[in-house]
């Protein structure tokens, strides 16, 4: 045993994820062999809005090697459908916000119509996927064309062909929220300024697709579920309640997973399809996405139109915000309102704004539904917000920093009550933080304000375009409702953790160990974590809004705390010492201040044990073990200030960006270098979307970027050289004054981005108001010949 | 995304892929580096019934020096071409143009004679040929047939090979004394097909033009000779406003789509700008000491 | 349509035979056939650079090949790099640069690297930067990536000039 082990939380401790995946011998679920699997292929609607006539399987069940082939019709009143309120909100929220949902259920594979190109309509199981997908290919379908409702205008017309008959309507939710009187503060405001902003359709885009495998064991009664899952809680739920199974008789596991960052984070129907398959044919089945499925099927993201009025004074204080925006849900909604609720609780962001109204309408249209992303429903909020702010510095002739500092929630008014409701349903609270102080940080990082507009002016004396561009937001994490953790001492001293909470490449297994560590005084190799396994948990909730470290490092404290109390229970009847006097060290428990009298904790639980010879004190129960709930008491606030210097070729439009800079506030940092590694991941991801990602469809409905040759991911290429600066004030709402991370980094890309493009072409008086910035766009505002540029005459 | 069934041959001499061509046309495709071929048979978007492997016959890959040109094989590798000194000497503009394709694991596989085949109206090698006035020689049942790079291509994806004959080799000027080259591009990201890309070869007299060759890929249904442009340069030399004024009739020479990545009269702004700097810096490669 | 033939190949130096069908994907032979799922596969249509395996000595896409095509061919996949569990100094680099998270795209990247590196370890740090452009990373922003095999080739480079 060591002498003194150190404090873990805080070390850049290497990941001990690592070795197996840089081996090759990751265990992802498209990696698994099970004697006699069958394998799934799934065809998809070419028709983005279409009524069913008829599917004729017989070719497809009579071809090679196939198993089963079924549509819609088969599983008709046989498998329910992925209810709409597999999400739910709290009363707390529903009272403080005027709400008007009606989510869509979600058929496994519709009967009766198409809603989007790509959504299933039969599936065939043969003894390899190119059997099942040559199947595929004799099915016989025939189809009766709708008229497509190809985007949110055309969802909201008068007369428009509705989606779902049975909502009467193509809308999910209308959100209304006030705070202040918004129509007196803008009737009032000596400026205003009124602007639509649009934030394109892009989507998470792991390098992993989705995939799941699943196996019934008839004799245990057992369906074990293997699914490449933010979620698999929430998998298992939603399995057990189609297949009317007992939630513990199902167990789904997320293995190795490779990315999900939202696109992941709730239960598709092909996990249900896939387990009731393995179920009833009694054999494993098998179903991995492949890349087209992936862009045609998986869920998509952003998609945000704001129709945004701003008020404010000669000084740029911000008076008012107004704001009519709408969510391109697709064709279902599959986590409710989520996207658009945090799109109403951010736009204010790190503003001291008193007035605001807001109303969000959630659309239904012919396209794959739209599920959280990475940042859900803030990027979209911010860029509205942050090139709102951008455009009234400009109406003022003020620099857009200084238009930010003035208007700042400063580190005095901590915490800040925001006058809004989060959606836990509790009043939304700024914790910590100070806002001014992270933007005067990435404006020093990138040589400060003053020289830059130096170097500005003579750039272009020179004929040369740079700008600088910034991007400022909060961000709620660590949401409930809830994280479950398991704790227990192993016989062999160890400690053993599992929590609900999933990883897809995070490295949750280290952070856990880090804190696990800690809050034992063990060795971190003496700390064993088991993530995303349903059997180890009983309720869990899963992987996603930057949330991980916050819950489940609250579940583990949870459980530790409740053994720790039979620990020193029992250490005080071992060491014939008063508990007071005792203090976890060493890997053990021992007296304060005295070395020789300690007991490690292989010993504790041989005296914790069950039956003959225990030593546990009268009234101790048996066993070192404990299940716990975190609850958070609501959502603690991260916060960041982004900051880029582009370049404009007058001649192209191409766009360089010289240094993207993020100062980022995620409390207490349990491993700086994976926490560094999150908000980069995070900042290139926000720069796919501001400038290459895009999921576009033609009027007709059909998705025109079906692959990655049209779907633009950034490379190695496109990355600039990336500052991240943290500032660690540490969150005052848990007990290890941590924030969550994991989504941040996204957030402010593709407006940092925009700004610096507009601030390059302030001669122009350029403004981008839509995402991605397009390099033809940006080349237009030089006028039309290459090589002579057309300043306008200033207005 | 699983290539529907085919049956795969991989004859080891030219004479068998000819023959084979004749006995499984039209529904055998040859397959050469698969670069392009593979993705679009995994989409399902093509399925032959045959796929004619020409990765084992030896006589088809090669570099050789025929005094005034290079004579290359078509499933010469355009990694390659890509390490290949004789390339690099005496034909630049090939050279240059092959480090734009793709990235090196594509490289590894992809060939001249592929790219140049398939004829994706983005890619690089037929910009090259086009400019160069490359001969590209076709076999069949008949023997061999030359045709010009200029009536080789036939629009997107077409090109004037038949569907018994097969592109064997192609022959490749030497870039004459006192020239120099440049293949410049513009794509969205590293390694992907250009917005716009143009090849430029210039031979100087003194400091003024005896030959100038242009040719524009990524802005028409094919590679596109920039011969307004290259007139012009022979008129009014290479002074920065006649290489100004050969890149404006550049972009109104050329006649370029619009899709997603890219409007048209993006495309033709692009074309402008690339034609610029291609004669530019073709014109610097020229007075550079070799 | 049964269509397999037999399919000789060295994979990581060592001889097998399996069956494959004219039309079985090279990177699905491995996996499926040969069990080494090291070896990812992420687009399939030659895009993301996953499933990069080392054909007779050069980076290639294993989802762009047939099987059939490796008959006879020496293969390199992730699973060969280390050596009696010790792991190949480009795999320690990648550890420390913190160069994965998910680890899915890891094989093709460690594949790629290896190639761009023992074909020339001169490049420049660019030249690097735009060859592990050949393979898609969703996760680290890539940062820990170039720096990991300009660090190895560095490594290589010295190791040249001392041998």
Redesign the interface.
């Known amino acids: 045993m060591a002498e003194s082990i150190p404090g873990y939380i805080g070390q850049s401790v290497p990941r001990r994820e690592d070795r197996h995946l840089l081996l090759g011998e990751g265990a992802f679920v498209a990696d698994m062999q099970l004697p006699g699997m069958l394998h799934v292929a799934i065809a998809r609607s070419q028709f983005p809005h279409a009524t069913i006539k008829g599917i004729d399987l017989a070719a497809a069940r009579a071809a090679e090697g196939v198993e089963l082939a079924i549509s819609g019709a088969d599983i008709h009143g046989v498998l329910p459908p992925i209810s709409g309120m597999q999400v739910t909100t709290p009363q707390g929220w529903r009272d403080r916000v005027d709400t008007d949902i009606l989510i869509p259920d979600q058929p496994l594979i519709p009967h009766d119509k198409m809603r989007f190109v790509g959504e299933p309509y039969a599936l065939v199981v043969a003894e390899s996927r190119y059997l099942a997908e040559d199947a595929v290919e004799l099915i016989e379908a025939d189809f009766d064309p709708l008229p497509p409702v190809a985007g949110p205008d055309a969802a909201l017309a008068d007369g428009a062909a509705l989606l779902h008959d049975v909502l009467g309507r193509n809308i999910a939710a209308i959100l209304h929220t006030t705070k202040g009187d918004g129509a007196k503060a803008l009737d009032t405001a000596p400026h205003r300024l009124k602007r639509r902003f649009n934030h394109h359709r892009y989507a998470a885009m792991p390098m992993e697709c989705r995939g799941v495998v699943a196996d019934y064991d008839a004799r245990r009664d057992i369906l074990t579920v293997w699914s490449s899952s933010q979620v698999v809680h929430w998998v298992r739920r939603e399995v057990a309640n189609a297949l009317d199974m007992p939630e513990e008789r199902v167990i789904c596991i997320a293995p190795d997973v490779g990315g999900g960052f939202g696109v992941k984070g709730h239960c598709y129907p092909e996990d249900i399809l896939v387990a009731y398959l393995a179920k009833r044919l009694g054999r494993p089945v098998k179903w991995i996405e492949d890349r087209h499925e992936h862009l045609l099927n998986a869920a998509h993201s952003r998609d945000i139109a704001f129709d945004f009025e701003i008020g404010f004074d000669d000084d740029g204080r911000i008076l008012v915000v107004d704001t009519d925006f709408v969510v391109d849900s697709g064709a279902y909604s599959p986590v409710g309102a989520g996207i658009a609720g945090n799109s109403v609780a951010h736009m204010l962001g790190p503003y001291d704004i008193p007035n605001y109204e807001c109303t969000c309408t959630v659309a239904l249209t012919n396209r794959v539904p739209n599920a959280p992303y990475r940042g859900a429903g803030r990027p979209e909020a911010v860029f509205a917000m942050e090139r709102a702010v951008d455009l009234v510095a400009n109406a003022l002739g003020l620099d857009p920093a200084e238009v930010r500092l003035r208007n700042m929630i400063p580190p005095e008014a901590m915490p800040y009550e925001v006058g809004l409701t989060y959606r836990d349903g509790v009043p939304m609270v700024y914790d910590s933080g100070d806002y001014p102080k992270a933007l005067r940080a990435a404006l020093e990082e990138l040589g400060g304000l003053e020289a830059f507009r130096a170097r500005q002016k003579q750039a272009l004396a020179e004929g040369r375009y740079i700008g600088l561009g910034l991007g400022c937001y909060v961000e709620g994490t660590g949401v409930g409702p809830f994280e479950g953790a398991s704790v227990k001492i192993d016989p062999s001293g160890k400690i053993m953790v599992a929590t609900g909470a999933c990883a897809q490449g995070q490295g949750h297994e280290t952070v856990f160990a880090q804190m696990a560590a800690d809050m034992w005084k063990v060795p971190i190799d003496d700390v064993y974590v088991t993530v995303g396994d349903t059997s180890q948990v009983t309720q869990g909730y899963g992987t996603i809004a930057s949330r991980s470290t916050v819950t489940a490092s609250g579940a583990i404290k949870g459980a530790s705390d409740r053994i720790q109390e039979k620990v020193f229970a029992i250490g005080a009847e071992l060491l014939e010492a008063a508990e007071n006097d005792l203090e976890l060290r060493d890997g053990g428990i021992g007296v304060r201040g005295v070395p020789e009298l300690h007991r490690t904790y292989r010993e504790i639980a041989k005296a914790a044990k069950p039956g003959w010879d225990h030593q546990r004190p009268e009234g101790t129960e048996a066993g070192l073990e404990a299940v716990s709930y975190y609850e958070p008491p609501t959502v603690t606030w991260a916060y960041a200030s982004g900051a880029a210097i582009v370049e404009i070729d007058p001649e192209t439009g191409r766009v360089t960006i010289e240094r993207l800079v993020e100062v980022h506030d995620a409390g207490v940092l349990v491993n700086p270098a994976m926490a560094d590694g999150q908000v980069k991941g995070g900042l290139v991801q926000g720069l796919g979307g501001g400038l290459f990602e895009e999921l576009a469809y033609d009027d007709f409905g059909q998705l025109t970027t079906g692959s990655l040759m049209d779907y633009l991911l950034p490379t190695a290429s496109d990355v600039p050289p990336i500052t991240v600066l943290h500032q660690e004030v540490p969150s005052p709402l848990n007990a290890f004054g941590v924030k969550g991370l994991g989504e941040g980094g996204a957030i402010a890309p593709p407006v940092v981005i925009a700004n610096a493009v507009c601030d390059a072409l302030r001669p122009f008086g350029a403004e981008l108001n839509s995402t991605p910035v397009r390099w033809g766009d940006v080349a237009a505002f030089f006028g039309d010949d290459p090589f002579e540029i057309s300043e306008p005459s200033p207005a | 995304m699983k290539p529907a069934p085919f049956v795969h041959v991989a004859p080891g001499s030219l004479a068998e892929v000819v023959a084979l061509l004749a006995e499984h046309a039209p529904d055998a495709r040859p397959l050469a580096g698969g670069q392009s071929l593979v993705p679009v048979m995994n989409f399902r978007l093509s399925r032959p019934s045959v796929l004619i492997d020409l990765n084992r016959v030896p006589e088809l890959a090669y570099i050789r020096d025929d005094g005034t040109h290079l004579t290359v094989g078509a499933m010469t590798r355009q990694r390659t071409l890509e390490n290949s000194d004789l390339v690099r000497k005496a034909a630049p503009l090939l050279h240059a143009a092959t480090l734009n394709i793709g990235h090196l694991p594509i490289r590894s596989r992809g060939t001249i004679g592929g790219s140049l085949s398939n004829a994706d109206p983005a890619a690089e090698d037929p910009a090259v040929v086009l400019a160069l006035d490359c001969v590209m020689v076709l076999h069949g049942p008949s023997g061999e047939r030359r045709v010009a790079a200029a009536d080789f291509f036939e629009g997107v994806l077409a090109t004037a090979t038949g569907p018994d004959e097969l592109l064997v080799a192609i022959e490749v000027p030497k870039a004459p004394a006192n020239s120099g080259s440049a293949f410049v591009e513009i794509a969205r990201r590293h390694g992907d097909f250009a917005l716009a890309g143009v090849a430029a070869q210039v031979t100087l007299s003194g400091d003024g033009p005896v030959s100038v060759q242009l040719a524009a890929c990524g802005v028409g249904p094919g590679p596109v000779r920039l011969s307004g442009a290259e007139a012009e340069i022979l008129d009014h030399g290479l002074s920065e406003a006649a290489i100004r004024a050969a890149a404006r009739i550049a972009a109104a020479e050329v006649d370029p789509d619009t899709d997603l990545h890219a409007t048209a009269a993006y495309r033709r702004r692009l074309t402008a700008a690339m034609t610029r700097r291609a004669l530019l810096q073709a014109v610097e490669n020229a007075k550079a000491p070799s | 349509?049964t269509?397999f033939r037999p399919v000789t190949l060295t994979v990581n130096g060592r001889p097998h035979t399996g069956s494959a069908?004219?039309?079985?994907?090279l990177a699905?032979f491995l996996?499926?056939g040969l069990?080494?799922?090291?070896?990812?596969?992420?687009?399939?249509?030659?895009?993301?650079?996953?499933c990069?395996v080392m054909?007779d000595g050069?980076?290639?896409?294993s989802?762009?090949?047939?099987a059939?095509?490796a008959d006879g061919a020496e293969i390199g996949?992730?699973?060969g790099?280390?050596k009696g569990g010790e792991?190949h100094p480009l795999?320690k680099l990648?550890?420390?640069h913190?160069a994965?998270?998910?680890?899915?795209?890891?094989?093709g990247m460690?594949m790629?690297a290896m190639?761009?590196v023992h074909?020339n370890p001169d490049r420049t740090p660019q030249e690097f930067?735009?060859?592990?452009?050949?393979a898609?990373?969703?996760?680290?922003?890539?940062?820990?990536?170039?720096n990991a095999v300009i660090e190895y080739a560095a490594m290589v480079k010295a190791e040249a000039a001392d041998g």
């Open positions: 349509m269509d069908e004219s039309r079985t994907l699905d996996r499926d069990g080494l799922t090291g070896t990812h596969v992420g687009c399939e249509h030659g895009v993301c650079g996953a990069t054909v050069e980076a290639v896409r989802c762009l090949m047939f059939v095509q996949t992730i699973e790099l280390a792991m795999q990648f550890s420390e913190h994965l998270q998910c680890g899915f795209c890891t094989p460690l790629t190639d761009l074909s930067r735009d060859g592990m452009s050949a898609l990373c969703r996760c680290t922003g890539y940062e820990g990536i170039v």
